[in-house]
């Protein structure tokens, strides 16, 4: 049996191989001393650096310091030596992103001898664009308390030097970017901040948000690249998971450390989530300038970042009227009819000017809901709508709000999210003015009908009922039926959409239904008609809502009929000529051929088209088919021609009556 002979280099070996006790390592380490080939003057130099390397780490190993400085020495006494500078390249390479060991033994270094390492490394290797990298994240890592800020300053300076001016990027995020976010910024979190400048930790924040919102999709695409610099990436990348807990305690440190303003106790114990935030958005617009920024911008992007998990490219969320079908009717006929009279349907006395005029009351908050449900949804809008609504106010706003967010031109689509959480929480004064901001910058027509459909709602929300009269009018066109979008909804409920009974909101997709745009009208026409006197002046948003009942009549339709039809009970008369030629619907002409046959003495239904010639002798009153047979026989004829199109009919009323509305809603 033959053994291999014994040298520094087999022991050297046996002694790193050595797991269990630290014993028998050193006694290996001991006796390669006394061999022929540890002798440094006698042997090859690149033997005696393969020697050495073993001996530093196995003292690294075991977490000997002291010794492994020793050994550290004895390498830089050698450092002319190319062979040496490889060495320490080698244990560059092979320490980056390793446990503490290595960064307690550098810690224990001068600055002035850390310096000298460095300065001869990036002398030799300045070129080797990769090892550079490396060296820069190994500087950073073990960098502790401040000790070597300068150099750790200039080790920052270069990695972010680098991600500004590399140019393979997917979405706008290098490899560089990834490497501060993933593996810098959780070191930063166990070290003294203060040595950096606060440009560098601002920019190191930003990268770190950039990364958060994409990298659950774009992780895989990076890990091939990021091993060439991390060996452990799993590790990290796996860290990388808690990303926003990452933030904000990054931003808990700079604000602290370079004295922008004080941040409660909840802040740094709430959880990273929207609800968590939601518990200290006191925060926004309390601290200085840039800590305000800052608390902005983490809270901003971490609720965008719950939209995106929730809310496709062609969703866009809608506020759905409420569908109180009988409240205000019920009051109506309690407020205008002695219960105790005979006459039940006997028409309201005259009021007095003040009376007349229209009642506007108090805007007040919906209750609201989302549907389908999603709680992590409402605390995004919420969450959001908080952190900018007050930067809506601003002079040239939507420039301001790019330049405080910052990652814009990356994620475009922020600005339909700040739009919808105004909406959300009925910011409506807000909501106009960045919908109006956005309608200016919108090339294709499609984008341009949703965005108009939005800003519907949120000039119902403002009252402004005339501007969102003229814009549905636009939208009528272009509407189009459930049945051609199948997937309107999310959930595909209509059954839900025409049951709720509170104020309501839709993740819907970018399409502008015909059920959209006329329950938007239904809603406005009937807020304007109840908060009016009920008397004539009011008869042709009456007559409106009439004609506007046909669409979808069989849906929800009738009990808009059956609602109108009790107004007119408690009003006693409908005079609007000419309306009747809008009116196709069988079911709606055969109702108001009974009230003219059998109710005609305390209710007055006109809406015959004047006629164009009067008869010698004839009254005015007469000149509008005003008769009981001339309503009759109009009604006869309608009935007689059958049911035309619904959409069509309704739609050429309204733009044939367009103008003659807006004056009511602007009175």
């Known amino acids: 049996m033959t053994t291999l002979p014994l040298s520094a280099q087999a022991h050297f070996e046996m002694c790193l191989k050595e797991q269990k006790y630290y014993v028998n390592a050193r006694s290996h380490c001991r006796l390669a001393k006394l061999y022929e080939d540890f002798d440094q003057n006698k042997s090859d130099v690149g033997q005696i650096s393969y020697i050495i390397l073993i001996e530093l780490e196995f003292q690294m190993k075991w977490k000997k310091v002291k010794e492994a400085l020793e050994v550290l020495g004895r390498i830089m006494k050698k450092q002319s030596s190319e062979e040496i500078w490889e060495l320490l390249r080698r244990f560059v390479l092979g320490r980056v992103g390793t446990g503490p060991s290595v960064k307690q033994m550098f810690s224990e270094l001068s600055v002035d001898l850390f310096d000298t390492i460095i300065n001869g490394l990036t002398e030799h290797f300045g070129d080797d664009s990769l090892f550079m990298c490396q060296l820069q994240l190994f500087i950073l890592d073990v960098s502790t308390e401040g000790k070597y800020s300068n150099i750790a300053t200039r080790a920052l300076d270069f990695l972010i030097s680098k991600a500004k001016t590399e140019t393979e990027t997917k979405e706008g995020v290098s490899v560089f970017h990834v490497l501060i976010a993933v593996y810098v910024a959780p070191k930063l979190l166990h070290q003294r901040i203060d040595g950096f400048r606060l440009e560098q930790m601002i920019t190191v924040f930003i990268y770190t948000i950039h990364i958060s919102l994409c990298w659950k999709h774009t992780s895989e695409q990076w ?152 709680e992590s949804l409402d605390g995004a809008y919420a969450l959001c709508c908080a952190s900018v609504v007050d930067l809506i106010s601003h002079d040239h706003f939507m420039k301001f709000i790019d330049e405080y967010l910052m990652l814009v031109k990356s994620f475009p689509d922020i600005h339909k999210f700040i739009s919808e959480a105004l909406i959300y929480k009925v910011k409506a004064a807000e909501a106009v003015i960045h919908l109006k901001e956005r309608m200016k910058q919108v090339t294709d027509i ?114 808009s009929f059956n609602r109108i039809m009790r107004h007119i009970e408690a009003k006693g008369s409908l005079i609007c000529p000419g309306f009747g030629k809008y009116i196709t619907n069988t079911t709606i002409l055969e109702e108001l051929s009974r009230i003219q046959e059998f109710c005609s003495e305390y209710v007055s239904v006109q809406i015959a088209a004047p006629q164009v010639q009067r008869r010698i002798g004839q009254s005015t009153r007469h000149s509008v088919r005003g008769t009981r047979d001339g309503q009759k026989h109009f009604l006869e004829e309608q009935i007689r021609k059958g049911n035309g199109s619904p959409f069509e009919s309704v739609m050429k009323y309204f733009e044939e009556n367009k103008d003659a509305i807006l004056q009511i809603l602007e009175k």
Not at 536 to 554: C, V
Request: proline fraction near 4%; glycine fraction near 2%.
């Open 446 to 559: 499609e984008s341009d009908l949703w965005l108009k459909l939005q800003l519907v709602c949120a000039y119902i929300f403002a009252r402004n009922y005339a501007e969102a009269f003229s814009l549905l009018v636009e939208l009528i066109p272009y509407s189009v039926d459930w049945s051609e979008n199948e997937k309107v909804f999310e959930n595909d409920d209509m059954e839900i959409l025409h049951t709720c009974s509170e104020q309501r909101f839709f993740i819907a997709k970018c399409v502008v239904s015909k059920e959209f745009v006329f329950d938007y009208l239904h809603h406005l026409l009937y807020k304007v008609y109840t908060s009016t006197t009920l008397d004539h002046e009011n008869d042709e948003l009456l007559g409106s809502l009439l004609i506007l009942s046909q669409i979808s009549f069989y849906v929800q339709g009738y009990k």
């Open 223 to 374: 890990a091939e690249q990021i091993r060439k610099y991390i060996p452990d990436y799993h590790m990290n990348g796996t860290s990388f998971a808690n990303c926003w807990d990452i933030l904000r305690d990054i931003l808990s440190k700079i604000i602290f450390s370079f004295n922008l303003g004080t941040l409660p106790p909840a802040f740094c114990a709430s959880s990273s989530s929207c609800e968590g935030f939601m518990k200290s958005v006191s925060l926004v617009g309390s601290l200085k300038n840039m800590g305000d920024k800052l608390v902005r911008l983490l809270f901003v992007w971490r609720s965008y970042s719950v939209w995106k998990e929730h809310v496709f490219a062609d969703d866009f969320l809608l506020w759905l009227p409420d569908n109180k079908w009988n409240a205000d009717v019920d009051k109506i006929i309690d407020d205008f009819t002695d219960a105790s009279s005979s006459e039940k349907y006997s028409p309201p006395p005259k009021r007095t000017r003040i009376s007349r005029e229209r009642k506007i009351a108090p805007v007040s908050l919906p209750e609201i809901h989302l549907i389908p449900s999603c």
